[in-house]
């Protein structure tokens, strides 16, 4: 019994129609709109819900302003289902409605679970040539004009206590250690074997409570690159990147999202399983970025911004 991965995720925010735009050029599908909520997928059938903040139904917010208001995760079948039910059900915020099972978390986050709607999909991506291994013969690396995320990779949040959170999460849904900043972040997959983690878990010194930012996968390197300087034709801020986490490997862009905190296209993540030991880091700027481009990357320049744009003679032609 385990967790497959995020289903679906909704914001609360107040400018719907920025959000449209925003989302749209992000690379998601639009599949559903109404007066005050949007429904996006990604490429596998994970969905992106942006809903006016007051829209009836929607849970409470864990801070003000834009944020997200609910996680939901999916899971292989009804049993799975069943058995977290029974583990959640004497919860105070135990809910079981319309397929799904769920609670508050210590943080004050909704979370949700049902049975997966995600569907497989099938994506070329990138060979990569080193010393050792040719994968790529005779052929050329992709190039992308923008992206199209395939799915909702991971959620990261600020939390008021750490340790509690992690303990709800491992305890009541088989969430794995993959590594510490102790007493202040955890790194959290759903599974003993996945990606490097689905769910980080960070502590601010003021115990805030609130969104860090959303993560979401694309096939590759070339692919996060392509979509980020397409993300800065259309006019949106970098918050950092593109660049490289030393912890998990990937390969990021951040940009500011309007409909709360940041997002996040990566790519390239370690993958682990039931043999990875957990490791302890001190968090600070190297551990965070191996590199990273402050201000991001010009669309159209493809140089940083801020800087002097490529003349279009070529080097031999230069003085």
């Keep these: 019994m385990s967790v497959l991965g995020i289903d679906e995720i909704t914001y609360g925010a107040d400018d719907l129609a920025t959000c449209k735009r925003f989302f749209a050029d992000w690379g998601l599908q639009l599949v559903q709109e109404e007066g005050d909520r949007l429904v ?22 864990m801070e003000s302003g834009n944020t997200l208001r609910e996680v939901v995760w999916g899971v292989e079948s009804e049993l799975d289902l069943a058995r977290f039910a029974e583990r959640i059900r004497k919860l105070p915020s135990f809910v079981q409605q319309d397929g799904r099972i769920g609670c508050t978390d210590p943080n004050g986050l909704a979370v949700r679970f049902q049975v997966t709607k995600k569907r497989a999909v099938e994506v070329q991506s990138a060979d990569y040539n080193t010393w050792n291994r040719k994968g790529r013969i005779n052929a050329a690396a992709p190039a992308y004009e923008r992206a199209t995320p395939i799915e909702v990779g991971h959620v990261v949040f600020f939390v008021k206590d750490v340790g509690a959170c992690e303990q709800f999460y491992v305890d009541n849904f088989g969430f794995v250690a993959s590594d510490h900043y102790p007493g202040r972040g955890a790194f959290l997959r759903c599974a003993a074997e996945g990606g490097h983690h689905d769910l980080f878990l960070l502590q601010r010194p003021d ?113």
Aim: include cysteine; charge should be negative; glycine fraction near 10%.
């Design 40 to 61: 996006f997928e990604t490429l596998n059938g994970c969905r992106v819900i942006v809903a006016a903040p007051d829209r009836a139904g929607l849970p409470a917010s």
């Design 207 to 319: 115990q805030h409570a609130g969104l860090n930012h959303v993560a979401f996968t694309v096939r590759d390197i070339h692919e996060v690159f392509g979509g980020g300087m397409h993300i800065s034709r259309c006019g949106w801020d970098t918050e950092l990147g593109p660049g490289r986490h030393p912890i998990s490997s990937a390969y990021f862009w951040y940009f500011r999202n309007p409909a709360g905190a940041l997002v996040e296209y990566y790519a390239d993540e370690d993958q682990l399983t039931a043999d990875w030991q957990p490791r302890d880091f001190e968090p600070g700027p190297t551990v965070f970025a191996e590199w990273a481009i402050a201000g991001g990357i010009d669309g159209n320049t493809r140089r940083q911004k801020s800087v002097e744009a490529p003349t279009k003679q070529f080097i031999t032609d230069r003085k």
